[in-house]
């Protein structure tokens, strides 16, 4: 017996040196095989107190047991050594150069869409959404187009099917809220609009926010007022508007509302073209001849309703020179913003 248990200690030692002298978490894996493994030479020597005579194997057991412990508790403190060190010596490159976190950003026009409905907010109306694929219905019929309008024409909309186009502005959210609404209705609804159009101030792909507001006793100074306080929250506490006659065939009468130039502050410059003046949105009462199609009282309620670009109200308060900018994708001019 004296023969094993002086074998057990050899071994432990060597197992001991082994695993404090592993120069990596590998080494160390190849000695853990080797001497603690299923078919390791620490295991084997355990094993070996099953053929010892009866009486010699409660030392014997207890001592294979021991140096098991013994070499197990070594090669934890040889991991931990080798692990700590690993760590260590990630940190302690100081001549590597930081890295810098790319930090996003909401998109220009993203970020003019929640100020304008931010604004909105304020004054009490609720954000609501309507589809991108409209119907014709809901695009035009409902809201008074005459059946040879020029943009019910396939050449100047977006069709995608029968009867079915890509909505030319916001509006057909008016009905579609009426229809789901009891007034007073006080909405907004921002999106996405698309047409025929590509200039340097008009895009196929572009955003409007549409207002609507239907109530009793609601005059034009209403809109006017609403209007005008979102003009100088949203351009500057100085920011004048004028209403222009218009027309569009679902508001009786129609303007268009116009703020002073940005830029000149309405004394004329070149951006506004000597006017002093730039176009800004579209806007009117509500056409009662609206009313039929969603079942409200003419004689009961009135209502105001504007269709705002949020594309060119983000040109204007920004100043840019082309609305195409806002499309290309460039970083170094959407990270200005
Ligand atoms: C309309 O779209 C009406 N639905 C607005 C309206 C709503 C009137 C409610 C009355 C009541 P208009 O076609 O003028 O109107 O467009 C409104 C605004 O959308 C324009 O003033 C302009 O700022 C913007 N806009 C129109 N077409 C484009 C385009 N292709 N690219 C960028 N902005 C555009």
Same mark, same amino acid.
């Given at each position: 017996?004296?023969?094993?248990?002086?074998?057990?200690?050899?071994?432990?030692?060597?197992?001991?040196?082994?695993?404090?002298? *592993?120069?990596?978490? +590998? =080494? $160390?894996?190849? %000695?853990?095989?080797?001497?603690?493994?299923? !078919?390791? #030479?620490?295991? @084997? &020597?355990?094993?070996?107190?099953?053929?010892?005579?009866?009486?010699?194997?409660?030392?014997?057991?207890?001592?294979?047991?021991?140096?098991? *412990?013994?070499?197990? +508790? =070594? $090669?934890?403190? %040889?991991?931990?050594?080798?692990?700590?060190? !690993?760590? #260590?010596?990630? @940190? &302690?490159?100081?001549?590597?150069?930081?890295?810098?976190?790319?930090?996003?950003?909401?998109?220009?026009?993203?970020?003019?869409?929640?100020?304008?409905?931010?604004?909105?907010?304020?004054?009490?109306?609720?954000?609501?959404?309507?589809?991108?694929?409209?119907?014709?219905?809901?695009?035009?019929?409902?809201?008074?187009?005459?059946?040879?309008?020029?943009?019910?024409?396939?050449?100047?909309?977006?069709?995608?099917?029968?009867?079915?186009?890509?909505?030319?502005?916001?509006?057909?959210?008016?009905?579609?809220?009426?229809?789901?609404?009891?007034?007073?209705?006080?909405?907004?609804?921002?999106?996405?609009?698309?047409?025929?159009?590509?200039?340097?101030?008009?895009?196929?792909?572009?955003?409007?926010?549409?207002?609507?507001?239907?109530?009793?006793?609601?005059?034009?100074?209403?809109?006017?007022?609403?209007?005008?306080?979102?003009?100088?929250?949203?351009?500057?506490?100085?920011?004048?508007?004028?209403?222009?006659?218009?027309?569009?065939?679902?508001?009786?009468?129609?303007?268009?509302?116009?703020?002073?130039?940005?830029?000149?502050?309405?004394?004329?410059?070149?951006?506004?073209?000597?006017?002093?003046?730039?176009?800004?949105?579209?806007?009117?009462?509500?056409?009662?001849?609206?009313?039929?199609?969603?079942?409200?009282?003419?004689?009961?309620?009135?209502?105001?309703?504007?269709?705002?670009?949020?594309?060119?109200?983000?040109?204007?308060?920004?100043?840019?020179?082309?609305?195409?900018?806002?499309?290309?994708?460039?970083?170094?001019?959407?990270?200005?913003?």
């Amino acid at each position: 017996m004296s023969s094993l248990l002086e074998e057990i200690a050899a071994v432990l030692k060597e197992a001991q040196i082994a695993f404090r002298e *592993a120069l990596d978490l +590998k =080494a $160390l894996e190849n %000695a853990r095989v080797f001497y603690l493994g299923s !078919k390791g #030479r620490l295991t @084997g &020597l355990s094993r070996g107190v099953g053929s010892l005579p009866v009486e010699e194997r409660p030392k014997a057991g207890q001592a294979a047991n021991a140096a098991q *412990a013994v070499a197990k +508790k =070594a $090669l934890d403190e %040889a991991i931990a050594k080798l692990e700590t060190a !690993k760590t #260590r010596s990630l @940190g &302690l490159d100081v001549t590597l150069p930081g890295r810098r976190r790319q930090v996003g950003r909401d998109h220009l026009i993203s970020r003019t869409m929640s100020e304008i409905c931010g604004v909105f907010e304020k004054l009490g109306f609720t954000v609501v959404e309507g589809p991108e694929v409209e119907t014709d219905y809901y695009n035009f019929e409902a809201l008074n187009f005459p059946a040879d309008h020029p943009s019910r024409d396939m050449q100047e909309s977006l069709f995608v099917g029968d009867k079915l186009l890509l909505r030319t502005h916001t509006s057909p959210v008016q009905i579609r809220s009426m229809e789901k609404l009891k007034p007073p209705v006080w909405i907004i609804a921002p999106g996405k609009t698309y047409r025929r159009d590509d200039d340097i101030t008009h895009s196929p792909m572009f955003h409007q926010v549409e207002g609507l507001v239907v109530d009793k006793n609601v005059t034009m100074a209403d809109l006017k007022g609403v209007l005008s306080a979102f003009a100088t929250a949203f351009f500057s506490p100085k920011t004048a508007i004028r209403l222009r006659p218009s027309f569009f065939p679902f508001t009786e009468p129609s303007a268009e509302v116009d703020i002073a130039c940005v830029l000149c502050g309405g004394s004329g410059c070149r951006l506004c073209k000597g006017s002093g003046w730039l176009e800004l949105l579209g806007s009117g009462m509500v056409d009662p001849a609206l009313y039929k199609f969603v079942g409200y009282d003419p004689q009961e309620v009135s209502g105001f309703a504007f269709g705002l670009g949020v594309d060119r109200a983000a040109m204007l308060k920004y100043g840019l020179a082309n609305i195409r900018h806002l499309y290309e994708g460039d970083l170094r001019f959407l990270e200005q913003f």
